[in-house]
């Protein structure tokens, strides 16, 4: 029977193949999804899964549809929903508090929308708040033997990386060392940005959406979805969205001392 369900949920993915409609490959995935994350959660076969499922690659909203197949559409729809009522002000108000460095400077006058008073481009508000949040933090040490604490602005580059539309991506790709997901944004500077991409295993996924909270959203839930660990130094930053935002795993999730008082710092400051 189990062989029978197999070889019938192959037969579902070679459907999709050379078809572009998008409604037919979204169904056929969701058909799929179990049998993915059986692939997922085996650790023999995990690495093969953008090969076994490569319309991830060509394919928007697959990231989105796996994460709302798991946690249900009230946790899907939770970063949109919070971070620009509940907690995108007041990051940004606390920030204010750091020591100020160039690049802390330019996030929150990027994050605030006053441009007029940077020397570069930064990055629009939704993100550039969101890397305060980055800052709220620190990154945190890095390797068991010998931790090596890397800077804030190295910690940037472990969420979101800037490329010139012009430049080629896939020497981007070859490039880069492989390392855990991050947000690859292409366009003519950081203020014009075409198109997001998550970047998994020397491959990029399209995001469904060209927003920048969009592309944060959709490289939190990628984790989820392909079940890849945090990177290391970005622990706090996605422990706090897991628990705090998407209400995933509340009460069982290890948590920082240092989550939990941003936390209550973030929830009790009106």
């Known amino acids: ?3 029978l369900m197999v070889n019938i949920l192959v037969a579902h993915m070679i459907e999709t193949e050379g078809t572009s409609d998008r409604e037919v490959i979204m169904q056929k995935m969701r058909t799929t999804f179990e049998y993915r994350q059986h692939l997922i959660h085996d650790p023999e076969k995990s690495t093969t899964i953008l090969s076994v499922f490569p319309r991830f690659l060509d394919t928007k909203g697959l990231i989105l549809q ?3 197949l798991l946690f249900g559409s009230e946790s899907a729809s939770r ?3 919070r971070w620009p009522t509940v907690f995108k002000a007041k990051v940004i108000r606390l920030a204010e508090t750091l020591t100020s460095t160039p690049l802390l400077k330019r996030l929150r006058s990027s994050a605030k929308e006053k441009r007029e008073e940077q020397d570069s481009p930064e990055w629009d508000s939704d993100l550039s708040s969101f890397l305060l949040l980055l800052h709220l933090f620190s990154p945190q040490a890095s390797g068991r033997k010998k931790p090596h604490k890397i800077s804030i602005s190295q ?3 472990h969420v979101v990386v800037f490329q010139k539309a012009c430049r080629s991506i896939q020497e981007h790709l070859e490039a880069e060392e492989n390392r855990q997901p991050y947000i690859l944004a292409t366009g003519s500077s950081k203020e014009a940005i075409s198109q997001f991409f998550i970047k ?3 491959k990029l996924i399209p995001c469904q959406e060209s927003s920048s909270l969009a592309a944060i959203d959709e490289l939190f839930k990628v984790h989820f ?3 890849i660990s945090y990177d290391l130094p970005l622990k706090n930053m996605y422990t706090f969205l897991q628990t705090t935002i998407y209400g995933i795993d509340v009460g069982t999730t290890s948590e920082s001392p240092r989550v939990k008082e941003l936390r209550a710092k973030l929830l009790n400051d009106v």
């Open 66 to 68: 796996d994460f709302t």
């Open 225 to 227: 979805v392909f079940s």
């Open 1 to 3: 029977m189990r062989k």
């Open 155 to 157: 910690a940037v580059d």
């Open 200 to 202: 998994v295993d020397k």
């Open 79 to 81: 970063l949109f929903e």
